[in-house]
């Protein structure tokens, strides 16, 4: 091969024992070139179709259907997770709600052998009611792919006691398309001063974007008891959304304090972040 800085085929000397050739002339292969070529394409065929068929982590979906394709740990003092053990797990809604009213719940999509992208969709409701525990448990889903809340997620209260937070964090985007809320749902007479009862944080934390098209509210409960002794309303949790590609809001958010048959009683309001 000559050093010119532009070789044309005229002036190429051909390798191999080939002839340069002409614009209008194909040029030959050698059949153990031919065979390289091949051997190369094969295995980078190989390699991607190994690549795109074990990706780590595992869809999981919460609906009413049976728990399945996966498995609980932990304890009620620990905190319980629930890990994947095939693709297409799914875990029943209330199997999730009886464990949250005594402890943490963490959702993962991590699985050795999974094959999916690790997307967590919310197909059926989780109400889960606090009423026996001062302490604040947390409702944790953490997905590699997207998240989807198809359905209401509502931490709610039938005692003087503060509902648990919500936690949603994803590397994909995060889509809250039913109502993601930690204020009871209806009003509560026995709140006492001396309680400070609070409704929960609510967390949506995405490393792409976050669409938000239903309320997400971390509103104190009301209180329109008029009692000397009860009649408090809740303090307000606190929002907070990040999304690092963007946030699009087309719904209320809202951290108000709640509301008591006098505002001395009012509960405070609190902070709503939003991150991009």
Known sequence: MRADKHISASLWDAPFGLSPFSH??????????????????????ATSFSYSQTT???NVTISDAATVNGVWSGSNSEGWVFTPTADNANIQASDLEGKIRYGTVSVTTVNSSGTQLGSIY???????????????????????????VNDY??????NQYSTNHIRLESVGDIFINASVSTQGDGTYYSKRDSHNASSGDIYIISESRVRIDALVSASGVNNTNNNSFYGYA???????IEGVGGVTIGANVSAVGGDAYTSSRDGSSNNIEIHT
């Open 24 to 45: 209008a002339q194909t040029p030959k292969i050698p059949s153990f070139c031919s065979l390289f070529l091949t051997s190369i394409l094969i295995f980078l065929f």
């Open 153 to 158: 997620i509502l931490m709610d209260n039938s």
């Open 56 to 58: 780590g982590h595992s």
């Open 122 to 148: 919310v197909e059926d409701q989780i109400h889960q009611t606090n009423d026996d525990t001062s302490f604040q448990n947390t409702l944790h889903l953490k997905a590699q792919g997207i998240i989807e």
């Open 234 to 240: 809740f303090d307000s949790g606190s929002v907070y």
